[in-house]
């Protein structure tokens, strides 16, 4: 089983700036199989990056995904307020293996 | 539109069962693969099981292995999680979701791109 694991735990930036979020893989991840999600305060998930860089449907450009191997980048430009969320990187497939990040919150500041 | 509600929460006491269910609408439900997700309270997502998109062959995560049967019925385009020897670390926000759809010509995975309301489970005495 592959275990994510998600930096930093929490992300407090201002509007405008980039954010960065860091998920690394205890082993390499196959196929791309490398997902992104984001869950506002109340809110189900929703799916952003998937194959470690496919935006999904009406994911703004802002948002870009990155990496190979066993380490991952979920890019967000120009913060908006509306961004704030924690994100969880995923690792799925077809081998049976499904496992969730513990996730990142980014705030305001 | 594309839709998954959950429905068969509430409130049990230890030792006790439950079924949930997802209905699905406005896509070909049996061509996909199907997954349940939870999140306790204040923490994060956790995979929980999934199942092909024949119904064939069904996953769980250790935590829930030999208590919760995955199953799906796709005439009844609807997903089924039935939860028994419930204990109070089951307490959780159930999500439905699908991932992977099988065609003629393969399978392919586009992570989870659509996800249920959830439906809550709390597990007390």
């Known amino acids: 089983e592959i275990v994510l694991t998600q930096s930093p735990g929490t992300l407090s930036l201002s509007p405008g700036e980039r954010a960065a979020l860091s998920c690394r893989a205890s082993?390499?991840?196959?196929?791309?199989?490398l997902a992104w999600y984001q869950q506002k305060p109340g809110q189900t998930p929703r799916l952003l990056i998937h194959?470690?860089?496919t935006r999904a449907t009406d994911i703004p450009d802002r948002f870009s995904g990155s990496g190979s191997g066993t380490d991952f980048t979920l890019t967000i430009n120009r913060l908006e307020p509306e961004d704030v969320a924690v994100y969880y990187c995923h690792h799925y497939g077809d081998a049976a293996s499904w496992t969730f990040g513990p996730g990142t919150k980014v705030e305001i500041k | 539109q594309v839709q998954l509600v959950e429905s068969g929460g509430g409130v049990v006491q230890p030792g006790e069962s439950l079924r949930l269910s997802c209905a699905a609408s406005?896509?070909?439900?049996?061509?996909?693969?199907m997954h349940w997700v939870r999140q306790a309270p204040g923490k994060g997502l956790e995979w929980v099981a999934a199942i092909s998109f024949n119904g064939y062959n069904a996953y769980y995560a250790d935590s829930v292995k030999g208590r919760f049967s995955i199953s799906k019925d796709n005439f009844k385009n609807t997903l089924y999680l039935d939860m028994i020897s419930l204990r109070p670390e089951d307490t959780a926000v159930y999500y439905c979701?699908?991932?992977?759809?099988?065609?003629?010509?393969?399978?392919?995975?586009?992570?989870?791109?659509?996800w249920g309301q959830g439906t809550t489970v709390t597990v007390s005495s």
């Open positions: 082993q390499t991840v196959r196929k791309n199989f």
């Open positions: 979701a699908r991932l992977g759809y099988c065609s003629g010509g393969g399978c392919f995975y586009y992570g989870m791109d659509v």
């Open positions: 194959g470690i860089s």
């Open positions: 406005g896509f070909a439900f049996s061509t996909y693969a």
